[in-house]
C-alpha cells in the first residue's frame, strides 16, 4: 500500500492565481481531511468528508473548495490564492468507525508571493 | 467547539532524563485524545492514543494519562534519548453526527540534549 500520497511536495503560486493539490489513498478509508500547519498554530482543520459526495467544512475554510467524486481522491483547491494562504498543507486520511487514527501524506510545501 | 491548550510550547531535557506535556481541552463530550510526533520536514505519525473510557495507557517509554474530570491529558516520555527531539501534538475528537473531527494543539518542541 502506498498509504496518503499528495503532489505537488512544493508549489510557488503568484497572489490570484488558482490551483489544485492532490491527495490520494489506497486504505479504502472513509474519512479524508486537509489540514494547513503554520508555526506555532499546530494543525488546523480546514475540510473534510466522510464519504463519497460528502464534505463539510473545518476550522478555516474560507478561500479552500474541496469535493469528494471517489473513495481514493479528495482533492483541495485555491481559488485565488493570496499570501495568507503561504503553509504546509496535510491530507490524512482514516476509517470511520472502527479506528480513529489518522494517517497524514507527506505534505504540500506552498509559497505565495 | 472543541478547543486544545497545550504546554510547554518548548522543552528542552537532558537525555535520560523524562518529558512531560500537558494538553487541556474544552469539549466533555470528546472521547479521543491522540498524541503525534512529528520530525523535522516529515509528516505526523501517532504514537500514542487514549480513549475515555481509560485513565492511563503505556507502550514502552511512552506514556499517556487521561483527567476526565479535570478535562486534560498528559505525555510521559522516561529515558529521553536524542531520537525523542521533534513537535509534539496533541489532540481531541470533537464528536460530530459522522465520525470525529481532530482538534489539535499548537505543539511542543522537545529537545533532548546529549
Known amino acids: 500500500n502506498a498509504g496518503v500520497t499528495q503532489t505537488p511536495k512544493f508549489q510557488v503560486l503568484k497572489t490570484g492565481q488558482s490551483m489544485t493539490l492532490q491527495c490520494a489513498q489506497d486504505?479504502?478509508?472513509?474519512?479524508m481531511s486537509w489540514y494547513r500547519q503554520d508555526p506555532g498554530m499546530g494543525l488546523r482543520l480546514i475540510h473534510y468528508?466522510?464519504?463519497?459526495?460528502?464534505?463539510d467544512q473545518g476550522e478555516v475554510p474560507n478561500g479552500y473548495n474541496v469535493s469528494r467524486s471517489t473513495t481514493e481522491d479528495f482533492p483541495l483547491r485555491l481559488l485565488s490564492a493570496a499570501p495568507s494562504q503561504t503553509s504546509v498543507y496535510f491530507c490524512?486520511?482514516?476509517?470511520?468507525?472502527?479506528?480513529?487514527?489518522?494517517?497524514f501524506g507527506p505534505g504540500t510545501r506552498l509559497t505565495v508571493t | 467547539g472543541e478547543n486544545v491548550e497545550q504546554h510547554p510550547s518548548t522543552l528542552s531535557v537532558q537525555e535520560g532524563d523524562s518529558a512531560v506535556i500537558k494538553c487541556t481541552y474544552s469539549?466533555?463530550?470528546?472521547?479521543?485524545f491522540p498524541w503525534y510526533k512529528q520530525e523535522l520536514g516529515k509528516r505526523p505519525q501517532l504514537i500514542i492514543d487514549i480513549r475515555s473510557n481509560v485513565g492511563e495507557k503505556k507502550d514502552q517509554r511512552i506514556a499517556v494519562t487521561l483527567n476526565k474530570t479535570a478535562k486534560h491529558f498528559s505525555l510521559h516520555i522516561t529515558e529521553t534519548q536524542p531520537e525523542d527531539s521533534a513537535v509534539y501534538f496533541c489532540a481531541a475528537s470533537e464528536k460530530e453526527e459522522y465520525g470525529n473531527k481532530l482538534v489539535f494543539g499548537a505543539g511542543t518542541i522537545l529537545r533532548v540534549k546529549s
Open positions: 490524512a486520511s482514516s476509517y470511520l468507525a472502527s479506528s480513529y487514527e489518522q494517517y
Open positions: 468528508s466522510v464519504g463519497a459526495g460528502i464534505t
Open positions: 469539549d466533555s463530550a470528546s472521547n479521543y
Open positions: 486504505m479504502n478509508h472513509e474519512y
